[in-house]
C-alpha cells in the first residue's frame, strides 16, 4: 500500500449505531488530519494529530471522537450520529507538524450516509 | 481569521481551451496559497502553492497560477486543457504559524470534447 488509504470506502449506519473509520499513512508523515467535506461546501477540518498528540478541534461535536494510535493511524469512532453528518470523509497528512504550510496528502475518503 | 471565495461553482471548457479558476481570500498579511486538485472519487492532490517570492507559480500537470496582492487573489491557469483535466478544484488559504487551512468550495470542471 501507498499513499494514505481509508477503510471503508462506504459506510451507512442508522443513528444509534456506533462504527469506526481508518486511516493509514504509508508516507513516514507525523501529522493526520480528518476533515469533513459536504457537498458544495468548504472543507471542514475537524482534527489535526501532531505525533500523536492532538494540535487542533475545530468545535466539533463529542459524537465524533478521533483516536490516534501512533503517527500512522488514525480512527474516528462515530456514536449516534445525526442524518446532517452524512458526508463524505477525508484523512490527510502531512510531513512536518501540522502546520498550514505543509503539503498535505489526501485519501480517497470514506463517502457516510447516516440513515 | 483567514478566509477564502471561489466565485464560480461549475466551469465548462471544450478540450484544447485555456481555463482560468478564479480564487479570492481574505487575510490581513501575505497568507499561504495553496490549489488543491480532486478527480471523481479520489483524495485531494495538491497543484501547487504559494509562500513568497516569485508571484507566478508553476505546477503540476502544466498549471499555473498567480497571487496578486492587490487583488488579493491567487487565479489557476491552464493554456490547453485535456479531458483528464475534469475534476473539482479547490483554493486553500493558511496564516503562518497556524495549523489550520480553509478551503474554498470548490469549482467543478467539465470539459467537453
Known amino acids: 500500500e501507498t499513499g494514505v488509504t481509508q477503510t471503508p470506502r462506504h459506510l451507512v449506519m442508522g443513528m444509534t449505531n456506533k462504527k469506526s473509520l481508518k486511516c493509514e499513512q504509508h508516507l513516514g508523515h507525523n501529522a493526520m488530519y480528518w476533515y469533513k467535506q459536504s457537498a458544495k461546501k468548504p472543507l471542514e477540518l475537524m482534527f489535526v494529530?501532531?505525533?500523536?498528540?492532538?494540535?487542533e478541534n475545530n468545535s466539533v461535536p463529542s459524537r465524533f471522537s478521533p483516536e490516534c494510535p501512533n503517527s500512522s493511524h488514525l480512527f474516528l469512532h462515530l456514536h449516534t450520529l445525526q442524518p446532517e453528518d452524512s458526508a463524505l470523509y477525508l484523512c490527510?497528512?502531512?510531513?512536518?507538524?501540522?502546520?498550514?504550510?505543509?503539503?498535505?496528502?489526501f485519501g480517497p475518503g470514506t463517502r457516510l450516509l447516516v440513515l | 481569521a483567514q478566509s477564502v471565495t471561489q466565485p464560480d461553482i461549475h466551469i465548462t471548457v471544450s478540450e484544447g481551451a485555456s481555463l482560468e479558476l478564479r480564487c479570492n481570500y481574505s487575510y490581513g498579511a501575505t497568507p499561504y496559497l495553496f490549489w488543491y486538485v480532486q478527480s471523481p472519487g479520489q483524495g485531494l492532490q495538491l497543484l501547487l502553492k504559494y509562500f513568497s517570492g516569485d508571484t507566478l507559480v508553476q505546477g503540476i500537470k502544466g498549471f499555473e497560477a498567480e497571487f496578486k496582492r492587490s487583488q488579493s487573489s491567487f487565479n489557476l491557469r491552464k493554456p490547453s486543457v485535456h479531458w483528464s483535466d475534469a475534476a473539482e478544484y479547490f483554493c486553500?488559504?493558511?496564516?503562518?504559524?497556524?495549523?489550520?487551512?480553509?478551503f474554498g468550495a470548490g469549482t467543478t470542471v467539465t470539459v467537453r470534447a
Open positions: 486553500a488559504v493558511g496564516a503562518p504559524n497556524d495549523y489550520k487551512l480553509s
Open positions: 490527510a497528512s502531512s510531513q512536518g507538524n501540522g502546520r498550514a504550510r505543509e503539503t498535505q496528502y
Open positions: 494529530y501532531n505525533f500523536k498528540e492532538q494540535t
